[in-house]
């Protein structure tokens, strides 16, 4: 499967796009993508940013979609793609601090920015549930669209679209469970399940950033290799030893603060007894599935904090757009692929087989 993509620089009059198609990637069947000729956008409203799209980075949001997982009903064909990046080309009468010419992040949902939670700057309490680009509504991977410029952050001068279009959901996840939700402190310790996954390997960095001794696990001992490498204090085969036995003897058997937790019912129960008393698990996922048994005992005996956590507010991918800009964490990329790629990528992504983020470039 091929695609060219025409990445004109220019937005188009209104009359060329009554006339003119885009190229974009969608998810027409369970496992089946196709490439269709969509509409392309027209200018942009006065409260919207024209942005030509240059990075899309993969997710498992990407693979329960494409497996067939929703959690609010959805109409397909849908173009996919959740977190990306892109130009700036055209601006809206009321857009202030963007111009054409800038590289910006795009936020993963259409949220409503008028509810309560909107305007408290906790955009992902947002009353619209069935709002996610490239899960519920038509994502990223297309060549250019129109996107609320609130929606729209500016990346710091000279950062290229590949780092940019991580923050959405690679970096701005990670700082809101770490720091708005775990309220991660210089001198704690923290487990990170899976460091070697996009999210994983963000937050080794972010918390090493942070003053926190890290520990994370990992499938493989070339994994553990690499998160060592990324700067993880210590790195846990949990394939070949229990991870929760390892972590009481790194830490006296006290436990640790903080448990990052995205994995689910394959490393739950051994996340509770990793737990130092009043230790806090923060959790964004359930990649090995949605049930998981919990001893309630340990609980509240422990006094254990456990803290669901989705998505990230705008100001996080500020944030983390900066902390990228300065060196305290930088873009971990298993591969840059071209769009024809994609269903490949998703399979290996399923399998667990990447370190970091995969990026399909356009």
């Known amino acids: 499967m091929s695609i060219a993509l025409n990445l004109g620089a220019g937005a188009p009059s209104e009359a060329e796009s009554r006339n003119r198609s885009i190229k974009a990637l969608v998810l027409d069947g369970e496992r ?22 240059k990075a899309v980075a993969l997710n498992h949001i990407d693979v329960w979609g494409w497996r067939g997982m929703a959690f609010a009903r959805r109409t397909l064909p849908i173009v996919v793609g959740a977190e990306a990046a892109g130009v700036v080309v055209a601006c809206g009468s009321d857009v202030v601090g963007i111009t054409a010419g800038d590289v910006v992040s795009l936020y993963g949902a259409r949220t409503c920015g008028n509810c309560k939670a909107c305007l408290a700057g906790r955009d992902n309490f947002c009353e619209r549930m069935d709002n996610i680009y490239g899960f519920h509504i038509d994502g990223f991977l297309r060549e250019r669209l129109n996107i609320p ?38 001198g704690e310790t923290i487990v990170v399940h899976a460091g070697g996954s996009g ?7 972010l918390a090493k950033a942070a003053g926190a001794t890290v520990i994370t696990t990992v499938g493989n001992d070339e994994k553990a290799q690499k998160a060592l490498t990324l700067g993880a204090d210590h790195a846990i085969n949990y394939s070949t030893e229990r991870f929760e036995g390892r972590v009481r003897k790194l830490t006296d058997r006290k436990g640790v603060d903080v448990v990052f937790e995205h994995v689910g019912p ?18 964004c996922g359930s990649t090995t599935g949605i049930a998981a048994q919990t001893n309630l005992n340990l609980i509240y005996q422990m006094q254990l904090r456990i803290i669901g956590s989705f998505g990230c507010r705008i100001e996080n991918m500020r944030t ?40 399909v470039t356009l």
Not at 199 to 205: K, P
Not at 341 to 346: K, T, Y
């Open 32 to 53: 089946h993508l196709s490439f269709l000729d969509i509409d392309e956008p027209g200018p942009p409203a006065a409260d919207e940013v024209q942005v030509v799209v």
């Open 266 to 283: 394959q490393t739950w129960q051994g996340s509770l007894l990793s737990m130092a008393r009043g230790g806090r698990l923060v959790t």
């Open 199 to 205: 999210i994983g390997s963000a937050a080794i960095q």
């Open 320 to 359: 983390s757009l900066d902390k990228l800009s300065r060196g305290d964490a930088r873009p971990v990329i298993d591969a840059k692929i071209g769009v024809e790629r994609f269903s490949e990528a998703l399979a290996r992504l399923e399998s667990r087989n990447v370190f970091g983020k995969i990026v």
């Open 149 to 186: 410029s609130r929606l729209a952050v500016k990346a710091p001068s000279g950062m290229d679209a590949t780092c940019a279009a991580l923050a959405p959901i690679t970096f701005g996840t990670v700082e809101h469970m770490l720091f708005d939700n775990a309220r991660l402190q210089a």
